[in-house]
RNA sequence: UCCGGAGUAGCUCAGUGGUAGAGCGAGUGGCUGUUAACCACCAGGUCGGGAGUUCAAAUCUCUCCUCCGGAGCCA
């Protein structure tokens, strides 16, 4: 089957091809008009005028509407006066649907009301772009993997207990039991470590907190790869070359795409390893230094974030936090106990965190002591501290926000683009 | 949950006590190279809901709702 789409157009520049789309745009003169013709690829400029066209044809000029579906059949040339460089000089066009009254009209709009028609917003130019770019970002990541020996073990999404805090997940009812929505594989994905040496696994995940931030989804996509026999360094190690591979993979094939987005692409063109890596407690000096009343011990907010960030033109890398404000299968510290073997990776340009990891607890009397400091029971975590009876193992891993990655690269404002239908506190709809 | 901002035509907004406005979009007509095309004409309103002050409220007061931005929490 022999298709035509407008993204490849200059393959068939002299055809005679028919493009099947929907209408974008309509200028209409007297004698002649322009369709802007929109295939999900590009947008091509199509000319219909009374000399090359049948009468039917250029007659749909006075029917024709915004986003109206349509076949047109017609010659494809270069043109510099036309947008994209390409245009075709339309036989023959075929209606197939008629679009009522498009409600997103081709002045501005507020945000809420956008979001409101998120379903037509997609098909915008912006929309394309950033979509198409995230596109990217998770081939990438699948293709890091797949070339790396990882393999994918799916983590459940209905899960029987909390990770860290039952306040944050999504409750649900569950054949007569309580389930909550997963805002994590990781303990799934240690066992599969077990089971496979490096896994990853990927999906979507679920956070209840109230956030209302640019920088927050209720319902956002994490990778997270687990590898047995790593220690901290080889995780960072890992994590630095995935997110290099990652940028360089949409600089090579989205840059159409960062270009219709205003991206400074030399921001992005600076990541490459090594990343620079820092301790909790240098962190702690930069924030001083620059004047933030910070103690050891505190966690770090946003602004906090942003400060350290902003000493270097690619992200950063901050580990062995506090124990205190960390998760309780993070591994402790061997050379001192107050400190956990975490890392966090900050994006540049105040984009924040982006990766979440840790060598993970792998001494079981360690474990259960932080686990009962939680308040929970052994029994609670039952399957989990199986993990260590049978061949305990060093083992490490990482979560990749996607979303936040998307926001990063794309240069975003605001993290609900990122995302084709985006769940937020005030969002369920479309 | 806390702090700040906003809600007026289909959309984006102006309008700070005295007859509700503009641009865009829709509609009608014109135009053979348009680039968010342009030009002319035209229709379109329970000023978020409720209560109050006043001769008079989009405008002032109270209250509720919704959304936006930020904080906290996190990827």
């Given at each position: ?162 990770t860290e805090g ?18 994590t594989?990781q303990l ?43 220690d901290l360094?080889?995780n ?42 820092i301790s909790y407690t240098e962190g702690v ?9 910070f103690k050891w011990g505190d966690d770090f ?16 890398m901050v580990h062995r936090y506090p124990a205190a404000i960390k998760a309780f299968y993070m591994k402790r510290d061997p050379e001192n106990d107050k400190q956990v073997m975490a890392l966090d ?8 965190e982006?990766?979440g990891g840790s060598q993970r607890e792998d001494d079981i009397e360690k474990l259960i002591s932080r686990i009962k400091d939680d308040g929970a029971?052994?029994?609670?975590y039952?399957?989990y501290?199986?993990?260590r ?5 060093p083992h490490s891993g990482f ?32």
């Amino acid at each position: 089957m022999k298709e035509y789409f407008i993204q490849n157009a200059k393959a068939f520049v002299g055809e005679t091809v028919t493009l099947k789309g929907w209408a974008y745009n309509v200028r209409k003169s007297g004698k002649i008009w322009f369709l802007l013709l929109r295939d999900g690829t590009g947008i091509m400029q199509c000319v219909v005028t009374s000399f090359d066209a049948d009468e039917a044809s250029f007659a749909l000029k006075d029917e024709i509407t915004l986003e109206s579906s349509v076949l047109v059949t017609g010659v494809v040339k270069a043109e510099p006066r036309s947008p994209g460089g390409y245009e075709m000089l339309a036989h023959k066009l075929e209606l197939v649907a008629i679009a009522e009254e498009y409600p997103i009209s081709k002045k501005d709009h507020g945000i809420d009301y956008l979001m409101d028609n998120r379903h037509l917003w997609l098909r915008s130019k912006r929309q394309n772009a950033i979509i198409r770019i995230r596109h990217t970002i998770i081939k990438a990541i699948r293709d890091f993997f797949d070339a790396r020996d990882f393999t994918l073990v799916d983590t459940p999404i209905f899960q029987k207990a909390a990770t860290e805090g039952v306040a944050t997940l999504f409750a649900t009812e569950y054949f007569g039991e309580k389930a909550y929505l997963a805002q994590t594989g990781q303990l799934y994905g240690e066992a599969g470590a077990a089971a496979f040496g490096k896994i990853y696994c990927f999906g979507p995940t679920f956070r209840a907190e109230k956030s209302k931030t640019r920088r927050h989804l209720t319902e956002f996509w994490m990778v997270e790869p687990e590898m047995a026999f790593y220690d901290l360094d080889m995780n960072m190690d890992l994590a630095e070359e995935f997110v290099t591979y990652i940028v360089a993979q949409v600089l090579e094939h989205r840059r159409p795409e960062l270009e219709t987005l205003e991206r400074d692409t030399s921001k992005l063109e600076a990541i490459q390893v090594p990343f620079p890596r820092i301790s909790y407690t240098e962190g702690v000096k930069i924030l001083q230094k620059n004047g933030v009343d910070f103690k050891w011990g505190d966690d770090f907010g946003g602004g906090d974030e942003t400060i350290i960030s902003s000493q270097f033109d690619r992200p950063v890398m901050v580990h062995r936090y506090p124990a205190a404000i960390k998760a309780f299968y993070m591994k402790r510290d061997p050379e001192n106990d107050k400190q956990v073997m975490a890392l966090d990776m900050l994006a540049p340009e105040g984009y924040g965190e982006i990766i979440g990891g840790s060598q993970r607890e792998d001494d079981i009397e360690k474990l259960i002591s932080r686990i009962k400091d939680d308040g929970a029971t052994e029994e609670d975590y039952s399957w989990y501290l199986d993990l260590r009876r049978y061949g305990s193992f060093p083992h490490s891993g990482f979560g990749l926000g996607v979303e936040r990655v998307v926001t990063w690269i794309c240069g975003l404002k605001h993290i609900r683009e990122t995302i084709p239908f985006p769940r937020t506190i005030s969002r369920l709809n479309p």
